[in-house]
């Protein structure tokens, strides 16, 4: 008799925010828009910014990788975040995580590279509307006016006293992107829930 192997359905780290979260956004009429952007491919890269392999990945990439601090490069498909000197994190569609990990260390070729699926490690919160930076300045110390955090800006920051990762996506409509290590989505989710009570 063949046997029968249930395989559970991931479940993100905020679904069981998505109703309250939905409710906040229809709620404040537009003004402030939530929701959580699950599953996204997290592939964190290290490698000399200054070597060979930076050209190469930026090649397989599409798009060189950003080597401004603070900066984040956006292409089809996908976003490319600089951390740090020698460290990126590339943030790709749902399911490429494996995709981006090859294309990088296959044009990464025999240069030094350390290449690693984080995936699982945080989740996205979108921040999105017309009082998204007015919301995000409540629990954030980074001056989020346009000027200084505008689109293609990406900071490493707290906040409400979470670590995050706070990417500037360009626009009203597309908002920030909110990277948050899963296990304090939901205290987050809570926080920018509170904070957003002004503008329902």
Known sequence: MAETVLTAQPRSPLAHAAGRL??????????????EVPFLAQVDVRLDAKGAAADAVGVALGSQLPLEPGTAVRTE????????????????????????????????????????????????VLVAGPRARDLLSHGCSLDLHPRAFGPGRCAQTTLARTQVILVARGGVRAGFWVLVRSSFAGYLADWLLDAAAEYI
């Open 22 to 35: 939905a409710a906040a956004t229809r709620s404040s009429g537009g003004t402030v828009r939530l929701a």
């Open 77 to 124: 498909g996908q976003t490319a975040l600089w951390l740090g000197p020698d460290e990126w994190l590339v943030v790709g569609r749902p399911g490429t995580q494996r995709d981006l990990e090859g294309r990088i260390r296959s044009a990464a070729g025999e240069e030094p590279v350390c290449v690693t699926d984080v995936s699982a490690q945080r989740t996205t």
